[in-house]
């Protein structure tokens, strides 16, 4: 089977398509309570957020955490998450616009950083599965950048898509980095981790909900 021609979107899960920003807010605050941190706002972490996470660590603290203080304030912020992501939703549309892609003619894909094994049965929960070519989760450690999984993501998918007809949406800066590493665009939306301005940064078309994004994805993928 020859590459398609059509469009092909990778989505990125947490801040994208799952609206958690609650969640981890909720759990990055439960996490540092149990370190003797004070809490941060949405709007510090939104300023401040970066990967490799313990990076933004460093931003918080002010010099980079040990590497047992990571693996406590790591296992402790997934300890919360998971109990605060029963809250969350998809994002508003996200159905729909999964829906509609696919129906065009359109392919998709599903790439996160949150554990494979955690991210499948949320997945399935929503009734999505079935619109995506390939889902990949994180199967190695936590707090790496999303280059590499990038690669290995669309290696999978040779067959059935071209890079140059790709277009990663996510929420953070590290989804346009992913993209330029492997030769597709993106499109990063402001309603998760990153804050406007920080994702204006990478040089890509930001917008505001994920029906622009969509709609940039097929202008820039045409």
Known sequence: MGKQGNAHIVWDWNGTLFHDIDA???????????????????????????????????????????????????????????????????????????????????SQSLLSMYGHEELLPLVRGFGIESHFLRID?????????????????????DELVAPERTVVIGDAVDDALAARHVGARAVLYTGGSHGPASLREAGVPVVDTLAEAVEEAHRIAA
Request: neutral net charge; aromatic residues 10%; charged residues 20%.
């Open 24 to 106: 981890i807010i909720g759990a990055t605050n439960a996490a540092f309570a149990e370190l003797g941190l004070e809490p941060i706002t949405l709007e510090t972490y939104r300023a401040l957020y970066c990967v490799p996470v313990p990076k933004f660590y460093e931003r918080l603290l002010g010099r980079m955490p040990t590497e047992a203080e990571w693996d406590v304030m790591d296992g402790a912020f997934h300890r919360h998450y998971t109990e605060w992501r029963t809250r969350c939703g998809l994002t508003e549309g996200a159905a729909d616009l999964l829906a509609g892609w696919r129906s065009a003619g359109n």
């Open 137 to 157: 989760g994180r199967t190695g450690p936590s707090g790496g950048s999303k280059a590499a999984h990038m690669v290995r993501h669309l290696k999978s998918l």
